[in-house]
């Protein structure tokens, strides 16, 4: 996929960035930022006019200033102090430098500077880190990088007097780029990026890399493999349904975590068709796919000591003559027998198959990452993923990871008494329901197909309605990746 191709030519952005020369024309930006309980260098407050230096001395987040060369900008991060919600919701030294940073970056930006140079204050590690992150995430572009492939050009420095500052900006760097990653995947018009481009696209990606395997199965293997589910959402599509499995193996013979992302490329609803403004984005219902997508770039570009399986169930739901129907009953890859009350659920069922492809390996974690329902974006909001999950240490351990990462999600119930509703008088389970609390029904639909391996699901968004914090246009935000690979580090650390 010639897109495909052309964007990982300048996906490693800031580290290209401090390498090369600036174009010799545009703005020269200066920033410090001032870590947690640090002081502002005095030698940068002289610069500053006697009204800037008050705002510096009232503790303001963000200060500009001219100077007679430069265009200068100071960013203060402070310490906020948690009251409710567990403190999940309170910025951590990696997040409000990296929203900080970021937010200051695209306007930088937008002034076709020569030259940028930040200079980190502090001695945390994550917060120098988060800044750097935040510079990756603000110069995305995606009308920039497809069909231009046109990456800002500026000489970027970037100074600290942490020890491990080389590792830090390289570990920013690829964290940033498996973000952006899962952003251009969302980003891309459906007609770029159907079912077998898709599986094609991430075949390419990841073939011949140190430890991974890439598997694709297409619709003669799906069929082969009994995966009903998945086979009877993409039948409607010209372009027909695949499964890619991407095996990496960094630790031996440690249990793997796997991860299944729903790929939908584009959802018109089915039979049961959409209304306009309901198709409107849904170019972005593979966003699930493409945050696992994200995640599998940074565990093979960073070499990470772990063992991972990813899935990703590709189909695109189309109208056609083929398409299934409402009343249709299915049969699962575990033998379960479906009946269709709307072809509108349809990522469910796709994923459905995946999951027990990958619970009968049983991995040491079940994670799956889908734009699942609707309902959970009604209950809270297009910013916060809903996290259901069969293990209350599991759940925890990812909300933890949101936090710090500042890639929050919220966990909601798997209420028992749910269940029943998705009763069927045809067939073991209906796909979905009328009513209300749709992404738990929706969840537990999926807690079927998990053969009890502890699971995670997240109920994601996927995209921006503007810009806000690092993120410089609407589009692709590449929910979770952050928190995930957060997770994943700790995994690494805890000893087997």
Not at 86 to 97: D, K
Not at 159 to 187: I, M, P, W, Y
Not at 329 to 336: E, I
Request: hydrophobic letters at 40%.
């Amino acid at each position: 996929m010639n897109e495909m191709t052309k964007y990982l030519n300048s996906l490693p952005w800031l580290i290209n960035a401090q390498k090369s020369g600036s174009s010799g024309k545009g703005s020269v930006h200066r920033m410090v930022v001032v870590g947690r309980d640090q002081k502002v260098p005095a030698s940068f407050i002289k610069s500053a006019p006697t009204s800037t230096k008050h705002e510096i001395r009232s503790k303001n987040s963000v200060v500009s200033w001219k100077s007679s060369n430069a265009t200068l900008w100071l960013v203060q991060c402070k310490t906020v102090e948690p009251h409710d919600h567990y403190g999940l919701f309170v910025p951590s030294p990696y997040a409000m430098a990296r929203d900080l940073v970021g937010t200051c970056f695209r306007q930088i930006l937008k002034d076709n500077p020569k030259n940028f140079s930040l200079d980190y204050v502090g001695d945390s590690e994550e917060e120098f880190q988060g800044a750097c992150v935040g510079l990756e995430l603000a110069q995305y572009r995606f009308k920039e990088v497809w069909p231009k492939n046109k990456a800002p050009r500026l000489k970027v420095s970037l100074k600290s007097k942490l020890k491990n500052q080389k590792h830090a900006v390289q570990a920013a760097a690829t964290l940033g780029e498996a973000t952006n990653l899962a952003r251009f995947l969302v980003d891309l018009p459906p007609n770029l990026l159907q079912p077998q481009d898709y599986a094609m696209a991430l075949k390419g990606l990841f073939t011949g890399r140190k430890g991974v395997k890439v598997d694709v199965w297409n619709q003669a293997r799906l069929q082969k493999e009994g995966m009903g589910l998945h086979i009877a959402v993409g039948q409607g599509s010209v372009q027909e349904p695949h499964m890619v499995h991407i095996r990496y193996r960094g630790a031996g013979k440690d249990k793997p975590i796997a991860f299944v992302g729903k790929g939908i490329t584009f959802d018109t609803g089915g039979v049961d068709i959409k209304p306009a403004a309901g198709m409107r984005l849904m170019k972005k219902d593979m966003g699930g796919s493409a945050t696992v997508a994200g995640i599998a770039y940074w565990v093979v570009n960073s070499g990470a000591k772990i063992n991972c399986d990813f899935y990703f169930s590709i189909a695109e739901n189309s109208v056609s003559k083929e398409s299934f129907r409402p009343g249709d009953v299915l049969t699962a890859r575990n033998g379960k027998t479906v009946e269709i009350h709307n072809t509108d659920a349809e990522g469910r069922l796709v994923m459905a198959d995946s999951l027990t492809v990958a619970s009968e390996q049983k991995p040491k974690f079940l994670i799956d990452i889908a734009t699942l329902t609707g309902a959970i974006k009604y209950g809270l909001g297009g910013d916060t993923p809903g996290l259901f999950s069969n293990r209350d240490n599991l759940a925890e351990c990812l909300l933890r990871s949101g936090q710090r990462r500042g890639d929050i999600c919220w966990r909601m119930p798997l209420v028992p008494e749910e269940r029943a509703r998705l009763r069927s008088d045809v067939a073991d389970v209906a796909n979905c329901t009328n009513g209300y609390g749709g992404a738990i029904t929706a969840a537990l639909f999926l807690e079927m197909f998990t053969d009890q391996v502890p699971w995670a699901h997240f109920d994601i968004y996927a995209w921006n309605e503007g810009p806000k914090g690092p993120f410089a246009s609407a589009g692709g935000s590449g929910q979770v990746v952050q928190l995930m690979v957060d997770f994943l580090e700790q995994e690494i650390q805890q000893p087997s």
